[in-house]
């Protein structure tokens, strides 16, 4: 009985005393950027580069040149195993230490966020997923998606496509399947390839797997009896593996197999060994750990003992997509400090920073950064910046890029997008601003 | 001492049946439910509103409705998410399609309709009892997503396929969308809570909570001493996916503002059900208790490492909390399989006695 009361006692302390711990601890003098990462459950696999991408490029700015001009920046991970409720709650808990801006890395996070951003002024940085819509910034001030958003992913697929069948015309009578999560993410390609397919006359088929994405023999029975010239998959964590592994299994052609861009990192086609060999996914910057920046921080933060990935992990797909995402985030930052000053900044500094960004071949040269990506120019009412895509084909053993620099069709994304961001905005009740007045 | 009962005589039948018979007790609630409208939108802070309470109170009236199901009537059911989505996608095809319409009487539609898709997947419990039910009811649970993903109707065509609360007013205070705050979205949800608790608390007392509890006991005793199973456990679900519907309205509306199905997936019905069974099963102070445990814990489990200074990785910290929360669950129910609403029942026979125990 004594046992009991002690333990109902205990109980009701440590239920009173949860969620105290989140009081916020004493600003200092820096930037602080939380880091929403999953490096557990089903989306680990995604996850995990990510999140060490991150970590390990804003150390290098912290070792190597001391912070933005001079400002460190503070940055705190909060594991969300991909899950929106438990996104939001690490959201809320670290926005007591006053973040500047936020890279969600999930869009179903992403869409929680939108809403919140005007009222505390927090920055979402959606890099290449998140709402496509947000890319029309005349509606979306506090939302980016640059460099690309889904919708021009799916029409530079498209004509990838027809680039490879010998023009455009050519896919006419063609399958293509779409193999998704079917979760806000991976269906939002799926209005554009379907206007596509009426524009080209190809014929689309819309496969949807279910969370989290490891059951997938049905999809793959249905491919077979379909037998499509081309699969464009859409597909995150554990259901990236799965997919290429059935598609091998199979004996599908693997490269008529495209990825989108967070379906393929090492960790998606490594499992399924030889059988992966031809598969090719979508991009927008090289993979490998070739570069200058790649040196840097081997250097300046791995022989520090700092480091936190595995050596051999740094350049995979995804470590390098974060670290030009923090990059990006990083010179958005010193774009603000050049109008607000070398301090710490608000997230409506910050914004400002990100809207008037533009990064040129000669500032990625400076970054250790050539050839890794495009130069990138973000403006009020693009947030999109100007992106290009890539696609990129495994040989088993790594990476190589098979393509040139693509243009999506914008003359289709882009009227589209701006009606469904006229769309969108009327549900948070927003107002359009007046571009030509913020010059 | 101060919990004594001496001198309180009961001496009419309002008072002998009283829902809380003791002074103490009523003085305690009314104190208690006095200080959860005024204090926390006084003075907590944001996160304590949105990531804490709200969902807390959300999860607590969901809780309450599988109880009403479960705990009373004994009908298992793993349902539970697909009928909180039900009454989420009703809420918002009806708010949107009325936007006239007070959010309030949303709300309640949301639930008529969820009580009403909850009666029909109720009918095969007539038949079947037990795991069989459980299995049954797991069906609704896969087939309603499944209609909520599929039909694009539900979510007016959204390209995303997600739905977002609108901006609603109740008194000319917003309380549903993106610009309502914290605070007003925790008062709306504490004020559901409060008049459903209390409706549930009067319905178990009632007629229908004790044939609930008959049919529970011994079914076949009960139809003998002319309970008619049919309406019994029909009504049963029906009310207990009141109960869910509302909750799913809420966990759109008041807590998430934005969701899909991923929202309302297997895992929704396994916490409540935990929550349940850790708070106490027929015990409607139980499913308090359990959404309290379930929603608290793991937030203090992932504070506490920060709390003490401890800098562990996030991974690392993610898995310990998920072996010290499920260690806990398991120790609890060993040390008290009735649930946390016996150990408060154990507590306050213990005050009573104090401090001359015998």
Redesign the interface.
């Known amino acids: ?1 004594r ?3 002690l ?2 006692v205990l ?1 009701a302390l ?2 009173a ?6 009081v916020a601890p004493a600003q200092d003098k820096s930037i602080f950027i939380p880091l929403l ?1 999953y ?2 459950g089903p989306y ?1 696999p995604s996850g995990i580069p990510i999140a060490n991408g991150a970590s390990d490029y804003f150390n290098l700015v912290n070792e190597r040149d001391g912070g933005v001009n001079g400002v460190k920046i503070a940055f705190e ?3 969300t ?1 991909y899950d ?2 438990q996104g ?2 690490c959201y ?2 670290l ?2 230490r006053s973040p500047v801006l936020v890279n969600p890395y999930s ?2 996070i992403t ?2 966020l939108i ?2 951003a005007p ?1 505390d002024k927090v920055v979402i940085h959606s890099m290449g997923y998140g ?1 496509t819509a947000s890319a029309d910034g005349r509606w979306f001030p506090w939302v980016f998606n640059f460099p690309m958003t889904y919708w021009s992913q799916a029409s530079a697929f498209v004509k990838y496509v027809g680039q490879q069948e010998g023009g455009v015309e050519k896919l006419k009578g063609k399958k293509i399947a779409h193999i998704y999560h ?3 993410y991976g ?2 390609a ?2 554009t390839l379907e206007e596509l397919a009426r524009k080209y006359g190809f014929e689309l088929t819309l496969l ?1 797997v ?2 989290p994405g490891q059951e997938q023999k049905s999809t793959w029975l249905q491919i077979r009896r379909l037998n499509p010239d081309w699969i464009f998959v859409s597909g995150w964590g554990v259901m990236n593996q799965v997919a290429v592994k059935e598609a091998a299994a199979i004996g599908y052609k693997m490269d008529h197999m495209v990825g989108n861009w967070w379906t393929g990192t090492e960790a998606d086609v490594v499992p399924a060994g030889d059988g992966a060999k031809g598969y090719k996914s979508m991009t927008f910057h090289a993979p490998g750990a070739n570069f200058k920046v790649h040196q840097d921080i081997f250097k300046h933060v791995y022989d520090k003992g700092k480091g936190a990935a595995k050596r051999e992990a740094v350049g995979e797909v995804l470590y390098n997509r974060m670290a030009i995402n923090a990059m990006l985030n990083v010179e958005a930052i010193r774009t603000a400090m050049t109008k607000s000053g070398n301090k710490p900044l608000t997230g409506e500094q910050v914004r400002w920073g990100f809207e008037n960004l533009n990064l040129t071949e000669k500032r990625l040269e400076e970054l250790g950064m050539k050839g890794m990506m495009r130069p990138l120019r973000v403006t009020c009412e693009n947030h999109e910046g100007n992106g290009l895509a890539l696609v990129q084909q495994w040989d088993g053993k790594k990476w190589n890029i098979v393509s040139d620099w693509m243009e999506p069709i914008r003359e289709v994304v882009r009227p589209k997008l701006e009606a ?1 961001a006229v769309e969108e905005a009327k ?3 927003y107002t359009m601003r007046d571009c030509a007045k913020e010059k | 001492m101060i919990y004594r009962t001496a001198g309180q005589f009961k001496t009419t039948y309002a008072s002998d049946q009283a829902i809380f018979p003791i002074v103490q007790d009523r003085v305690a609630v009314t104190l208690a439910l006095t200080a959860a409208f005024v204090i926390p939108p006084a003075l907590a802070s944001e996160y304590w509103l949105q990531a804490v309470l709200i969902p807390l109170l959300v999860y607590a009236l969901a809780a309450l409705g599988l109880n009403l199901l479960t705990g009373y009537a004994g009908q298992l059911s793993l349902g539970t998410g697909g009928f909180m989505a039900v009454g989420a996608y009703s809420a918002f095809k009806l708010s949107t399609a009325f936007p006239h319409l007070d959010i309030v009487a949303v709300f309640l539609l949301a639930g008529l309709v969820a009580a009403g898709v909850g009666l029909l997947f109720g009918i095969p419990s007539l038949r079947i009892k037990g795991f069989y039910l459980a299995v049954a009811t797991l069906a609704a649970q896969f087939f309603l997503l499944w209609l909520f993903n599929k039909v694009a109707w539900f979510v007016n065509y959204a390209p995303s396929g997600t739905i977002t609360a609108p901006d609603r007013e109740v008194l000319g205070v917003l309380v549903t969308g993106p610009n309502a705050t914290a605070g007003a979205r925790y008062v709306m949800a504490l004020a559901f809570v409060a008049v459903f608790g209390l409706v549930a608390k009067n319905l178990v007392r009632g007629r229908l909570g004790r044939a609930w509890m008959a049919i529970r006991d011994r079914d076949i005793a009960a139809e003998i001493i002319g309970i008619r199973p049919l309406r019994t456990k029909l009504l049963a679900f029906g009310i207990s996916s009141f109960y869910c519907g509302v909750a799913g309205a809420e966990l759109v509306f008041l807590y998430l503002g934005s969701a899909e199905t991923q929202a309302f997936d297997i895992n929704i019905s396994f916490l409540v059900l935990f929550m349940v069974i850790i708070g106490g099963l027929g015990s409607i102070l139980g499913s308090f208790l359990g959404a309290a445990f379930i929603v608290l814990v793991p937030i203090f489990l992932t504070n506490a490492p920060h709390l003490v200074g401890l800098g562990l990785p996030v991974a690392l910290q993610k898995q310990i909390e998920l072996m010290v929360f499920g260690a806990l669950i398991i120790f609890f129910l060993i040390v008290e399989p009735h649930g946390l609403a016996r150990l408060w029942q154990i507590t306050k026979e213990k005050l009573r006695l104090w401090p001359f125990p015998h």
């Not at chain 1, 005393?17 to 989140?22: E, K, V």
């Open positions: 009985m046992v009991k009361l333990l109902s109980l440590a239920v005393a949860g969620p105290l711990a989140a990462v490096r557990t680990a991970e909060c594991e195993q929106t409720k939001v709650e809320e808990r926005k007591s869009t179903g869409y929680q809403p919140k009222g709402m079917n979760s806000p269906r939002e799926n209005p949807a279910d969370h469904a549900k948070l009740g």
